[in-house]
């Protein structure tokens, strides 16, 4: 396996690749042709946002332990929702929270990086579309989500999406430990092999309604055990494989 960071390297962003607690450089593009170079030390780095999506495709209610805490039926088919591209943080940045909003709660999950252009994909070619494995915090301003009766708005705040810390390549998505802490504290934990629907599943129902983009992120949705956030929390989402994504909450 192979985890690939987007670090700060000398004063720009970069790719590098770790194996197996090696870090080498990144020469090419990710989403195209690319292969390792020198190797490089970890100590220090400082972690971007590993991808840049135009969207982020999101998944509700997809775990059956979430839809019974929710008290709402299971779904038929996917239930899909955007995030802006603008509401993406990356590691140890911080998530502002609008006071006004009222409740804002963490939401671990699972998310999957589209590796090329993905249009009508059938089922059993999904995987042939598929960066890597990412982890997601669907930040969502609760009482607003209530009060709207969609997502637009509680789910769209800058800061609302932090990914990380890497893009997992080759990693089976399939049985995933998926976690949240707030400040040191378990809140969420569960396994993908609980999702409603599995990850070819939405790859073939969401490409049958948009074209995802390389870069582009599937959120597959949440487990039981969504709660709030205040400021001066901090914040872990924990995605076997892929590692730990730890943001700070502050007031906006």
Not at 100 to 122: F, M, Q, S, T
Request: charged share 20%; proline share 7%.
């Amino acid at each position: 396996m192979i985890r690939l960071y987007r670090i700060e390297h000398d004063g720009g962003p970069r790719y590098a690749a770790e194996t197996e607690g090696t870090w080498r450089l990144v020469e090419g593009d990710i989403f195209g042709a690319w292969k390792e170079g020198p190797e490089i030390s970890s100590e220090g780095a400082r972690l971007l946002a590993p991808v840049q999506p135009s969207k982020i495709v999101c998944v509700g209610l997809n775990y059956k332990d979430h839809a019974a805490e929710q008290n709402k039926a299971l779904p038929a088919e996917p239930l899909l929702f955007l995030k802006p591209s603008t509401a993406v943080v990356g590691p140890d940045e911080a998530i502002q929270t609008p006071a006004w909003a009222g409740r804002i709660d963490h939401e671990a999950e699972l998310g999957i990086v589209i590796g090329k252009r993905a249009h009508r994909v059938p089922l059993h070619q999904t995987q042939d579309y598929v960066l890597g494995l990412i982890a997601v915090n669907d930040v969502t301003a609760r009482d607003l989500q209530n009060k709207d009766g969609q997502y637009t708005r509680c789910k769209g705040f800058d800061t609302f999406a932090p990914i990380g810390p890497c893009v997992a390549m080759g990693l089976d998505g399939r049985d995933l430990s998926v976690r949240a802490y707030v400040n040191g504290q378990l809140r969420q934990d569960s396994r993908t092999r609980e999702l409603i629907f599995t990850i070819p599943e939405l790859i073939t129902f969401i490409t049958s309604v948009m074209t995802l983009l390389p870069g582009d992120i599937i959120s597959t949705g949440t487990p039981s055990g969504i709660g709030p956030m205040v400021p001066g929390d901090s914040v872990t989402v924990h995605v076997e494989g892929v590692g730990a994504l730890t943001n700070k909450v502050v007031a906006q």
